[in-house]
């Protein structure tokens, strides 16, 4: 018996499947949830192919609604920029308010999710608070410089994240001074 699960290790290695996404499709046959999903990204150990594992969970069976109510409520600027990334993919009206709240976010990843996701929305709302965001001043001007070109770099010339995405995902937390709501007819604020 031993050598069998040994011949089906070394079988699954030659095809290429990563035992550690072997070990999350162990623990985790179906979707185990968002509240799942996310306490998963929430830990440290959660790295490689079993994050790769998560995330692709959350990409093809999770709703919009309960994605939007997960980041609502989820604190970890890491998680909530992950999620935004998910929600980047496939983006819903009825994530427009959230979006504009992490458009205005302290972490820079979740800025770039968010006026990534806005863009491809593509709504007038989601046109005029892109528009209406580039106008706005940060904390210092090199902040603003970088928030206002990471607005350009997200524009219609790009298809895909790659390097821009990288620019802007890895970069760290900015302070932000600004402030913006999404009134319930879908109207957008942005305050000075």
Known sequence: MKDGAQN????????????????YRRAHPKFPGIDKCVELLCRPNVQG???????????????????????????????????LSVIAESPLEVALPILV?????????????AARALHALGTPVARRVLWEARSKKLATPAETQQFQQMLADVGPRMTGTGDVANRYVDSGTRKLSMKGTVSA????????
Not at 8 to 16: F, N, T, V
Not at 101 to 113: H, M, T, V
């Open 8 to 23: 089906k290790s070394s079988i699954m290695m030659s095809i290429g499947v990563d035992p550690e996404y072997q070990r």
């Open 101 to 113: 709240e992490a458009l205005l976010d302290l972490d820079e990843s979740a800025r770039f999710w």
């Open 49 to 83: 192919a079993y994050f790769d594992g998560v995330m692709g969970d959350l990409e093809e069976h999770a709703a919009a609604e309960e994605l939007v109510a997960a980041l609502s409520t989820e604190t970890d600027q890491g998680v909530r920029a992950l999620l």
């Open 185 to 192: 007819t879908g109207s957008a604020n942005l305050a000075d």
